[in-house]
């Protein structure tokens, strides 16, 4: 296939482009880089399975030649208000990749009849009321907090897609993305993995808001990407779930990333507010996945955070 991948310098892109090229695919990668990195794709240059094209999703797009298919990864996607890459802090960018990046990239899709994957998210479930979360679940979401630029977004790109599909029958997929974790994560993505990572590897103790109970399921970026392909080559139009239903609580991530680091400063219990709508729990429901996809992830967290390490001493400068 000839495909036209659309944030392609980020960190789920760049993994996405590797498979792709590593299955005898052909990649288009399309990037602005306000949060994507050019490092990320430094490994493709010259790659004759490879091209680039730097611009903005939200601006009208134009391919030379056709493509196969159309593959919509372009968006902000960090949660964290104190970094300039934060959603909270790109919101109007963040709306316009969800909106105007969707429909120019549908655009596109169906101009060359070529099959068309959206990267939704597992916050289009909000701080969800239903646990584990299935596809058929609607959601609990602020629609106008700080959170819903992201979550908004991506609930209407999901919307425009299916409108797509049903009016247009454009050949579509819908991939909802739970927490997913591994090498070239942002070091100020803002997410608990590199938080702790950073602090560990520093030898400082974690910081932890409230007690540590909330939850989140972790996905190794290999599992991720893998399932998405698998969705790609599938014909499922409906919206899947693709994450770790291993359900784990932030103390316990805190605790394994100390012993793994040989950290030994311990754990810093913080008693502020954990952030506005931040969700409690989360924990996909996969089974549409592996009864469609035959995929479930195979990489434990230790063993993923094993593999996260060494990409996050070289960043910072201590391999």
Known sequence: MKVLLTGAAGFLGSHLSDLLIGKGHEVIGMDN???GSQENLAHLSGNPNFSFIRHDVSNFIFIPGSVDAVLHFASPASPNENSPLGYVNLPIQTMKAGALGTHNSLGIAREYNASFLLASTSEIYGDPQVHPQPETYWGHVDPIGKRSVYD?????????TMAYHRFHNLDTRI??????YGPRMHLDDGRVVPNFLKQALLHEPLTIYGEG???RSFCFV???VDGIYRLLLSDEFDPINIGNPVETSILELAELINQLTNNSSGITFIEDFLGESDPQRRKPDITRAINILHWKPKTSLEEGILRTIPYFREKMGLA
């Open 33 to 35: 880089f306000i949060t």
């Open 152 to 160: 908004e977004a991506k609930r209407f790109a999901e919307a425009l």
């Open 175 to 180: 991939v909802r993305i739970f927490n997913t």
């Open 213 to 215: 109970t909330q939850t």
């Open 222 to 224: 290999d599992d991720m």
